[in-house]
């Protein structure tokens, strides 16, 4: 039993099985934003997982009675193992059910049957696949346990469909699908900064696709290690998409936000223009979205700002005509803007480094990069958020980060002060059916009850 345990870790799942194990499991969290909840289980009473017997004196082992269903296991298994996967970088749904204990011909077999219902070569990295294996009571009974023989995988292709594989009483594999019903509600949060945006959206309910999203909506204006302070305050209405089961499967569609900054308010709407573009708006049509980002970079931490500074290398003081932003090592670079590659390549004390050339006024550079993503070169077209390299620390550099500079008329600019070249602006009945999205949106904000109350604060 001990080595069933310690060959599938600990967050698989034993459970007694009457009928087809798969059918067997609540479906309850498949596709949800956070870690795929673990299956609907039935007691088996205390398990010592260094000692078989005493394993064993909690399972009945009496053979359940034979199942109607055709794509059950009859009376051979009284107890299945469920084992969730995630699929790594590089593999193969062939590979991961060969990695997870399927024997080679098993998991093909088990993929032709899916091949009905699902394109194997569009299974992609992060994805979850649940895998069920029988374990009969002389499996059980053994000192060297094995989680027993494969019967199956589930795993979802998108949010409202989970597919399920699974070995038939004929010991052939069949596939099916299973459609999930989705609802979508608006929620309503807010709360009073104490340490940080993060803390205090998580005290207020906010989901972590929603966190995510609210920062990235309000980065190209707010400088989150910087400009908050202790007593802002925020509010936010959001969409939550909830399968039959409660489970919250996407909650990253924000309508509307507000950021109080030392008492200053900016308010944004999500609005679709009629070129089929959806993009946040101020309150009087301006673009949130501006020409360029001031932090290039997800998760870098400010290590050295703009201006004259004792340089680390050279040991004398110099202007540093940039920022950098201290990050691990092969973490992505985006394009700051849309625009052309004017440089990609070695450039002295800069290291790696490549330029964009964004319109007549404004250019970004970016140094002592790791390396550059494939096809970044000379007089490429990229757009804004497109990665275009990696942190390194080629050049004169004492360790990882990104150096960035915004360059106005060819000349450098502090990221972090330059005013931004704003996004595009609504006009004539563009703008007319701006606002009145935007009255609507106010009325169904101020409609909604609070998930936390106005007082609500993080950090405490």
Known sequence: MKGLFTAFGLGSTVFIASAFMLNATDSKGYGTEDDIGTARTLALGPISLGNPAAARRGINTKAPETPKDPLTFGQTPPVAVHQSVKARRGDTLAGLLLRSGASGSDAAAAITAAKSHFNPRRFRQGQIVKIAYRADSDTLASEQASPGAFQGFSLQPNATTELRVARAVDGNFRAWKLERTLTTKPVRAQGIITSSLYMAGQKAGLTNAALAELIRAYSWDVDFQRDIRKGDYFEVMYDQVIDDNGKITKSDTIHYAALTLSGKVTRIYRF???????????????????TLMRTPIDGGRLSSGFGRRKHPV????????????????????????????????????????????????YSTAYAHMKG?????????????????????????????????????????????????????????????????????????????????????SAGQ
């Not at 679709?272 to 501006?290: D, F, I, L, P």
């Not at 500079?405 to 059916?433: C, D, F, T």
């Open 372 to 456: 550059f993503r494939r096809g970044m070169s000379k007089g490429k077209r990229v757009d804004q958020g497109q990665v275009i390299g990696y942190v390194g620390s080629t050049g004169r550099s004492t360790g990882p980060h990104l150096h960035y500079e915004i360059l106005k008329n060819n000349r450098q600019a502090n990221p972090l002060r330059v005013k931004m070249p704003s996004g595009n602006k609504l006009k004539g009945k563009q703008l007319a059916r701006f606002l009145a999205a935007k009255d609507r949106i106010d009325d169904q904000f101020a409609a909604l009850p609070l998930t936390q109350s106005k007082t609500a």
């Open 314 to 361: 050279l040991g004398y003081t110099k202007m540093h005509k940039g920022v950098d932003f201290a990050a691990p090592r092969g973490t992505p670079i985006y394009a700051a803007g849309d625009g052309t590659i004017s440089y990609a390549g070695r450039k002295g004390g800069y290291g790696n480094y490549i330029r964009i050339r964004h319109n007549a006024t």
């Open 272 to 290: 679709k223009s009629n070129q089929g573009h959806t993009n946040y708006y101020s309150e009087n049509g301006h673009s949130a979205q501006k």
